[in-house]
């Protein structure tokens, strides 16, 4: 919900408590990288596109292979399609719209 509201300092204790119920070492990792995804959500809806979207980009190139979900690539294209209208000619809108295209899809096994 904070990530949708662009309500960053909220946003930012639940995913710090995320981090200390399920640590990073514990599988599966793709929990944190939804989360940090949903943190670059919550920083482009805050008006933070050009943040957000280095930050999606860079869970997005640390992401394991085998952790790129389908729902893992679905909060990541939320974020591409969270950018307002007037920021989508960013360099970065296309290039993070490129990585996801060219992400293999893996069921949840």
Known sequence: MHAYRGDGEPLGQAVTRLREVLPATSPPRRLHVQADLLQALGRIRARDTRGGLQHAATVHDDCPADQRTKMVISV?????ESVPEQDGGEPMVT???????????????
């Not at 990541?76 to 591409?80: G, L």
């Open 76 to 80: 990541a294209e939320q974020v591409v």
């Open 95 to 109: 290039e993070l719209g490129t990585l996801l295209a060219g992400s293999h899809l893996r069921a949840i096994t």
